[in-house]
């Protein structure tokens, strides 16, 4: 698959670096946990750099991710960019693009992954015992973060080879939406890619979407392949105790023909 340089329109405006394509009110951004820089956006960070939790979904991923160069690249949900920034630096010749709904988040993949100024990110000390982190900051320039809803991105009809989301599934108010956006962009032959605990918050996600073969079903029914289904336990530390969060977690992957 050979591709066109893929260009962002110009967003709404612009908080510090971050394009904005989404008019996120004050309102929004209270209610918004994964706005809460400490302890939730550290959090997140952190699960990416401790343990295995960032390693174990990064192998994942990039077992699926297209061939050949110049590919575009997307991650909905990207939050603090662990995974699409390294499949950027692992990939220089793909167009990378993340987006995600909290600024917060965005501000720390940005920090890391697109920092100019070479140095260290320091990941303060968590509650819980944890101690401090740093992590080096690396200079990307096949990599770019914006915040939007991932059911709405400014992408282009049929302008994307990957696309996938990690965790994001059943935290949108909306998964049905998020599929329909996935399936917008998508190139022929693109695949997208769905790896989630399926932890609906409410009774409609169970109703609606569980068990997972009504995903895969519904995928299928729109011309997709599903080219990889696998189930494993991922664990997310919560403390030096190593008390912690088993997800179960499902990845699959589908392949449009
Ligand atoms: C549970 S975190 C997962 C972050 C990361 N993908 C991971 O695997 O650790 C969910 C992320 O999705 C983002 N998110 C939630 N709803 C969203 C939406 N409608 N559009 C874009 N991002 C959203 C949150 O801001 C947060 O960064």
């Known amino acids: 698959m050979s591709n066109s340089s893929l260009k962002l329109p110009p967003p ?41 939790y960032g390693k174990v979904l990064l192998e994942e991923v990039s077992k699926y991710l297209p061939t050949g160069n110049d590919q575009n690249i997307v991650e909905l949900g990207c939050g603090s960019g662990y995974l699409l920034g390294n499949i950027a630096r692992n ?18 993949a940005a920090q890391v992954f697109r920092n100019k100024k070479l140095g260290n990110s320091a990941i303060q000390a968590l509650q819980n015992g ?17 915040l939007s809803d991932a059911c709405m991105t400014p992408l282009p009809d049929q302008s994307v080879d990957f696309c996938f989301s990690c965790f994001l599934w059943d935290r949108v108010a909306d ?25 609906y918050l409410g009774s409609e996600g169970w109703k609606t979407w569980y068990p997972i073969d009504k995903i ?12 990889h289904r696998r189930n494993f336990n991922i664990e997310e530390m919560l403390d030096l105790r190593r008390n912690r969060v088993v997800w179960e977690v499902e990845s699959l992957v589908f392949e449009k023909y």
């Open 12 to 52: 709404l405006g612009y908080r510090k670096d971050i394009p904005l394509y989404y008019p996120k009110t004050e309102a929004e951004i209270k209610a918004d946990n994964y706005e809460i820089y400490n302890p939730n956006v550290l959090r997140s960070c952190r699960n990416f750099y401790e343990g295995n």
């Open 91 to 108: 990939n220089p010749d793909f167009r990378c693009f993340g987006f995600d709904y909290s600024y917060q988040m965005l501000k720390m």
């Open 130 to 146: 944890m101690a401090d982190m740093e992590i080096p900051n690396q200079n990307l320039s096949n990599i770019e973060f914006a």
């Open 175 to 199: 998964p049905n939406k998020l599929l329909e956006e996935k399936l917008r962009v998508l190139k022929p032959q693109g695949r997208i890619m769905i790896i989630s605990p399926f932890n």
């Open 216 to 227: 895969i079903s519904k995928i299928e029914d729109r011309g997709l392949k599903i080219i």
